[in-house]
Protein backbone atom coordinates (compact mmCIF):
# COMPACT_ATOMS: atom_id res chain seq x y z
CA UNK A 1 0.00 0.00 0.00
CA UNK A 2 0.90 3.38 -0.15
CA UNK A 3 3.02 4.79 2.37
CA UNK A 4 2.39 8.10 1.87
CA UNK A 5 -1.53 7.84 3.00
CA UNK A 6 -2.13 7.82 6.63
CA UNK A 7 -2.89 4.93 8.78
CA UNK A 8 -2.72 3.92 12.54
CA UNK A 9 -0.27 1.78 14.19
CA UNK A 10 -0.83 -0.82 16.60
CA UNK A 11 2.23 -2.93 18.56
CA UNK A 12 1.40 -6.10 20.30
CA UNK A 13 3.54 -9.19 21.27
CA UNK A 14 1.16 -11.21 19.66
CA UNK A 15 -1.48 -10.78 16.50
CA UNK A 16 -3.65 -13.72 15.63
CA UNK A 17 -5.68 -13.30 12.65
CA UNK A 18 -8.32 -15.28 12.82
CA UNK A 19 -11.45 -15.39 15.72
CA UNK A 20 -12.68 -19.15 14.98
CA UNK A 21 -12.21 -21.38 17.16
CA UNK A 22 -8.63 -21.83 17.06
CA UNK A 23 -7.76 -18.76 16.88
CA UNK A 24 -9.78 -17.57 20.29
CA UNK A 25 -7.68 -20.38 21.95
CA UNK A 26 -4.63 -19.47 20.77
CA UNK A 27 -5.32 -16.31 22.46
CA UNK A 28 -6.48 -17.26 25.61
CA UNK A 29 -3.36 -19.28 25.96
CA UNK A 30 -0.43 -16.40 24.84
CA UNK A 31 -2.71 -14.05 27.45
CA UNK A 32 -2.19 -16.62 29.94
CA UNK A 33 1.70 -15.50 29.83
CA UNK A 34 0.92 -11.29 30.18
CA UNK A 35 2.08 -10.74 26.89
CA UNK A 36 -0.08 -8.33 24.92
CA UNK A 37 -3.11 -10.40 22.50
CA UNK A 38 -4.94 -8.45 19.37
CA UNK A 39 -7.10 -10.55 17.50
CA UNK A 40 -8.01 -9.61 13.66
CA UNK A 41 -11.55 -11.16 12.37
CA UNK A 42 -13.17 -10.24 9.18
CA UNK A 43 -16.40 -10.53 10.71
CA UNK A 44 -18.20 -9.56 14.07
CA UNK A 45 -16.37 -11.57 17.43
CA UNK A 46 -18.82 -14.93 17.45
CA UNK A 47 -19.61 -15.32 13.90
CA UNK A 48 -17.00 -17.68 12.63
CA UNK A 49 -17.43 -21.01 11.19
CA UNK A 50 -16.80 -23.00 14.33
CA UNK A 51 -20.49 -22.16 14.92
CA UNK A 52 -21.60 -24.51 12.13
CA UNK A 53 -20.12 -27.67 13.99
CA UNK A 54 -23.33 -29.27 15.35
CA UNK A 55 -22.33 -33.02 15.59
CA UNK A 56 -20.05 -32.28 18.80
CA UNK A 57 -16.34 -32.60 19.67
CA UNK A 58 -14.82 -35.67 19.90
CA UNK A 59 -13.03 -36.58 22.67
CA UNK A 60 -12.00 -40.50 24.24
CA UNK A 61 -13.72 -39.47 27.86
CA UNK A 62 -15.10 -42.80 27.78
CA UNK A 63 -18.95 -41.98 29.60
CA UNK A 64 -20.65 -43.57 27.34
CA UNK A 65 -18.13 -46.65 26.68
CA UNK A 66 -15.43 -47.28 28.77
CA UNK A 67 -13.42 -49.47 26.30
CA UNK A 68 -12.92 -46.14 24.36
CA UNK A 69 -9.43 -44.15 24.65
CA UNK A 70 -6.95 -42.26 23.24
CA UNK A 71 -5.22 -45.44 21.21
CA UNK A 72 -8.41 -45.99 19.48
CA UNK A 73 -9.68 -42.48 19.08
CA UNK A 74 -6.08 -41.73 17.27
CA UNK A 75 -6.24 -44.89 14.98
CA UNK A 76 -9.90 -43.62 14.04
CA UNK A 77 -8.20 -40.06 12.98
CA UNK A 78 -5.67 -42.02 11.00
CA UNK A 79 -8.22 -44.25 9.19
CA UNK A 80 -10.47 -41.33 8.31
CA UNK A 81 -7.89 -39.44 6.93
CA UNK A 82 -6.71 -42.42 4.67
CA UNK A 83 -3.50 -41.94 6.51
CA UNK A 84 -2.46 -38.90 4.68
CA UNK A 85 -2.72 -36.77 8.14
CA UNK A 86 0.08 -35.53 10.00
CA UNK A 87 0.18 -38.51 12.51
CA UNK A 88 2.11 -36.80 15.01
CA UNK A 89 -1.08 -33.98 15.49
CA UNK A 90 -3.50 -36.82 15.39
CA UNK A 91 -1.71 -38.13 18.30
CA UNK A 92 -1.56 -35.14 20.16
CA UNK A 93 -5.20 -34.29 19.30
CA UNK A 94 -6.49 -38.00 20.46
CA UNK A 95 -4.21 -37.66 23.29
CA UNK A 96 -5.13 -33.80 25.04
CA UNK A 97 -9.25 -33.46 23.55
CA UNK A 98 -10.40 -35.19 26.88
CA UNK A 99 -8.88 -32.54 28.90
CA UNK A 100 -9.70 -29.60 26.67
CA UNK A 101 -13.53 -30.51 26.68
CA UNK A 102 -13.22 -30.54 30.60
CA UNK A 103 -11.55 -27.14 30.39
CA UNK A 104 -14.35 -25.37 28.56
CA UNK A 105 -16.40 -26.98 31.04
CA UNK A 106 -14.74 -25.20 33.85
CA UNK A 107 -15.13 -22.06 31.65
CA UNK A 108 -19.10 -22.30 31.30
CA UNK A 109 -19.88 -24.54 28.34
CA UNK A 110 -22.89 -26.58 28.97
CA UNK A 111 -22.76 -29.77 27.52
CA UNK A 112 -25.50 -32.53 27.47
CA UNK A 113 -25.14 -34.51 30.42
CA UNK A 114 -25.84 -38.71 31.29
CA UNK A 115 -27.93 -39.94 33.84
CA UNK A 116 -25.08 -40.14 35.88
CA UNK A 117 -24.29 -36.32 35.28
CA UNK A 118 -21.67 -37.08 33.11
CA UNK A 119 -20.49 -35.16 29.94
CA UNK A 120 -23.21 -37.70 27.74
CA UNK A 121 -21.33 -38.53 24.01
CA UNK A 122 -22.91 -39.99 21.26
CA UNK A 123 -22.02 -41.80 18.05
CA UNK A 124 -20.79 -40.31 14.67
CA UNK A 125 -19.43 -41.38 11.47
CA UNK A 126 -15.68 -42.42 11.30
CA UNK A 127 -15.71 -43.17 14.99
CA UNK A 128 -15.78 -47.05 16.90
CA UNK A 129 -17.18 -46.19 20.34
CA UNK A 130 -20.41 -42.80 21.14
CA UNK A 131 -17.01 -40.26 21.28
CA UNK A 132 -18.90 -36.63 20.43
CA UNK A 133 -19.49 -34.32 23.26
CA UNK A 134 -22.49 -31.63 22.56
CA UNK A 135 -24.79 -29.79 23.62
CA UNK A 136 -27.76 -30.79 21.57
CA UNK A 137 -27.39 -29.43 17.76
CA UNK A 138 -25.90 -26.13 19.07
CA UNK A 139 -22.18 -27.30 20.29
CA UNK A 140 -20.58 -25.17 17.50
CA UNK A 141 -22.46 -22.21 19.07
CA UNK A 142 -21.52 -22.99 22.58
CA UNK A 143 -18.23 -23.29 22.10
CA UNK A 144 -17.21 -20.39 20.66
CA UNK A 145 -19.43 -18.22 22.95
CA UNK A 146 -17.36 -19.71 25.86
CA UNK A 147 -14.09 -19.00 24.19
CA UNK A 148 -15.09 -15.76 22.99
CA UNK A 149 -15.63 -14.38 26.70
CA UNK A 150 -13.29 -16.25 28.63
CA UNK A 151 -10.74 -14.38 25.82
CA UNK A 152 -12.38 -11.29 26.26
CA UNK A 153 -12.32 -11.35 30.04
CA UNK A 154 -8.36 -12.17 29.83
CA UNK A 155 -7.91 -9.11 27.88
CA UNK A 156 -7.29 -9.13 24.70
CA UNK A 157 -8.01 -6.47 22.32
CA UNK A 158 -10.74 -7.10 18.83
CA UNK A 159 -10.47 -5.49 15.68
CA UNK A 160 -13.59 -6.58 14.12
CA UNK A 161 -14.64 -6.44 10.12
CA UNK A 162 -11.11 -6.06 9.68
CA UNK A 163 -9.48 -7.71 6.50
CA UNK A 164 -6.02 -8.28 6.47
CA UNK A 165 -4.84 -7.83 2.91
CA UNK A 166 -0.13 -8.31 3.61
CA UNK A 167 2.04 -9.89 6.31
CA UNK A 168 5.44 -8.12 6.60
CA UNK A 169 8.46 -9.85 7.09
CA UNK A 170 11.65 -8.85 8.83
CA UNK A 171 14.58 -11.02 7.45
CA UNK A 172 12.34 -13.80 6.43
CA UNK A 173 10.27 -13.72 10.25
CA UNK A 174 6.64 -12.10 9.70
CA UNK A 175 6.80 -9.21 12.04
CA UNK A 176 3.45 -7.34 11.15
CA UNK A 177 0.18 -7.48 8.93
CA UNK A 178 -1.49 -4.67 7.08
CA UNK A 179 -5.12 -4.48 7.27
CA UNK A 180 -8.34 -2.31 6.68
CA UNK A 181 -11.38 -1.40 8.67
CA UNK A 182 -14.49 -2.56 6.70
CA UNK A 183 -16.89 -0.16 8.81
CA UNK A 184 -14.58 3.76 7.49
CA UNK A 185 -12.27 2.08 5.47
CA UNK A 186 -9.55 3.24 7.82
CA UNK A 187 -5.38 1.63 7.09
CA UNK A 188 -4.01 -0.20 10.15
CA UNK A 189 -0.67 -1.21 10.67
CA UNK A 190 0.34 -3.85 13.06
CA UNK A 191 3.70 -4.47 14.35
CA UNK A 192 4.03 -7.69 16.56
CA UNK A 193 6.74 -10.12 18.19
CA UNK A 194 4.49 -13.18 16.91
CA UNK A 195 2.06 -13.55 14.13
CA UNK A 196 -0.55 -16.32 14.46
CA UNK A 197 -2.35 -16.64 11.06
CA UNK A 198 -5.23 -19.48 11.32
CA UNK A 199 -7.05 -18.19 7.78
CA UNK A 200 -3.41 -19.61 6.32
CA UNK A 201 -3.26 -22.55 8.99
CA UNK A 202 0.33 -22.38 9.58
CA UNK A 203 2.50 -19.69 11.56
CA UNK A 204 3.91 -17.22 9.13
CA UNK A 205 4.50 -20.74 6.31
CA UNK A 206 2.22 -19.66 2.95
CA UNK A 207 0.09 -22.70 1.46
CA UNK A 208 1.75 -22.11 -1.43
CA UNK A 209 5.85 -22.40 -0.24
CA UNK A 210 4.03 -25.95 1.32
CA UNK A 211 2.27 -27.08 -1.64
CA UNK A 212 5.21 -26.64 -3.97
CA UNK A 213 7.50 -28.32 -2.14
CA UNK A 214 5.32 -31.45 -0.89
CA UNK A 215 4.94 -31.18 -5.04
CA UNK A 216 8.82 -31.37 -5.93
CA UNK A 217 9.80 -33.23 -3.28
CA UNK A 218 7.20 -36.04 -4.26
CA UNK A 219 8.58 -36.24 -7.20
CA UNK A 220 11.95 -36.05 -6.35
CA UNK A 221 11.33 -39.60 -3.99
CA UNK A 222 9.33 -41.55 -7.09
CA UNK A 223 12.08 -40.51 -9.39
CA UNK A 224 14.66 -42.12 -7.05
CA UNK A 225 12.60 -44.71 -5.99
CA UNK A 226 11.91 -45.88 -9.79
CA UNK A 227 15.84 -45.80 -10.09
CA UNK A 228 15.50 -48.45 -7.36
CA UNK A 229 17.90 -45.40 -5.40
CA UNK A 230 17.22 -46.18 -1.65
CA UNK A 231 16.97 -43.42 0.36
CA UNK A 232 16.71 -43.04 4.12
CA UNK A 233 13.96 -44.44 5.98
CA UNK A 234 12.65 -46.33 2.59
CA UNK A 235 10.33 -48.78 4.37
CA UNK A 236 8.14 -45.84 5.40
CA UNK A 237 5.75 -44.15 2.32
CA UNK A 238 6.60 -41.31 -0.19
CA UNK A 239 4.19 -39.42 2.23
CA UNK A 240 6.22 -39.64 5.31
CA UNK A 241 9.39 -38.55 3.68
CA UNK A 242 7.47 -35.71 2.75
CA UNK A 243 5.96 -34.79 5.34
CA UNK A 244 9.15 -34.94 7.44
CA UNK A 245 11.34 -33.32 5.00
CA UNK A 246 8.75 -30.51 4.82
CA UNK A 247 8.42 -30.20 8.22
CA UNK A 248 11.80 -30.38 8.80
CA UNK A 249 12.96 -28.12 6.08
CA UNK A 250 10.22 -25.40 6.50
CA UNK A 251 10.80 -25.06 10.84
CA UNK A 252 14.03 -25.97 11.44
CA UNK A 253 16.03 -24.92 7.74
CA UNK A 254 17.66 -27.65 8.36
CA UNK A 255 19.24 -29.42 4.69
CA UNK A 256 18.36 -33.28 3.31
CA UNK A 257 20.98 -34.85 1.43
CA UNK A 258 20.49 -38.13 -0.42
CA UNK A 259 22.82 -40.59 -0.84
CA UNK A 260 22.80 -43.43 -3.15
CA UNK A 261 23.18 -47.07 -1.08
Not at 41 to 49: D, F, I, N
Not at 127 to 150: C, F, M, N, V
Request: net charge positive; hydrophobic share 35%.
Amino acid sequence: FDMNEEYITHEYDVVIIGAGGAGLRAAIEASKTGVSVAMICKSMLGKAHTVMAEGGAAAALGNKDPRDNWQTHFRDTMKGGKYLNDWRMARIHAQQAPDRIRELETWGAIFDRTSKGLTNQRNFGGHTYPRLAHIGDATGLELIRTLQEKGVHMGMDVFMEFTVRKLFTTNGIISGCFAYDRNDGTLHVFKSKTIVDLDLRASGIKKGKRSFLRCEITLFLKELKHKDIKVPCISESVTDITNEIINKTLLTSQTFKFHKS
